[in-house]
């Protein structure tokens, strides 16, 4: 299901970019560099929820942290994105990479690869949530600076 959803949503981004090509000569350049812009965060925004996914996907283990970091995501997924959200996020984020920095070692191997799994997702959702601000940053510039 997922890799399903995945192909359709590359059909979408891959279809929006070509009309915005086609459509180059008969709107301002201004809109269709937003667009462009625009799609080229989502298509980074697609590629790191991916990532994501494989990441999880190797998890042999669900380590007390994974639930942590689940409700995390559920609340970027359900917060509503302004100005100030992004920043608001990352710094609970790096709030949540100390605390986890700051607790006691794996005391086993498998313990170890699946908090450096878990690691690497919340280095993901670093760079998910820097596209997300940016996204915002050009939305607001192309909308508030007419």
């Known amino acids: 299901m997922f890799f399903f959803l995945v192909e359709i949503l590359n059909v979408l981004i891959d279809?929006?970019?070509?009309?915005?090509?086609?459509?180059?000569?008969?709107?301002?350049?201004?809109?269709?560099?937003?667009?462009?812009?625009?799609?080229?965060?989502?298509?980074?925004?697609?590629?790191i929820l991916e990532s994501l996914y494989n990441h999880v996907s190797q998890?042999?283990?669900i380590p007390p942290q994974a639930h942590t970091i689940s409700a995390f995501i559920h609340k970027i997924g359900h917060t509503a994105?302004?100005?100030?959200?992004?920043?608001?996020?990352?710094?609970?984020?790096?709030?949540?990479?100390l605390s986890m920095k700051n607790q006691s070692?794996?005391?086993?191997?498998?313990?170890?690869?699946n908090r450096a799994i878990l690691f690497l997702c919340l280095t993901e959702l670093k760079q998910f949530l820097i596209n997300r601000k940016y996204a915002q940053i050009l939305r607001d510039s192309n909308f508030y600076n007419i």
């Open 15 to 47: 279809s929006s970019i070509s009309e915005a090509y086609d459509n180059i000569n008969n709107s301002l350049l201004s809109d269709t560099r937003f667009f462009l812009d625009h799609m080229e965060i989502i298509k980074s925004q697609r590629d």
């Open 59 to 61: 998890l042999s283990c």
């Open 81 to 97: 994105f302004e100005a100030e959200t992004g920043n608001l996020l990352l710094e609970e984020l790096n709030r949540l990479i």
């Open 105 to 113: 070692l794996p005391i086993n191997r498998m313990e170890f690869e």
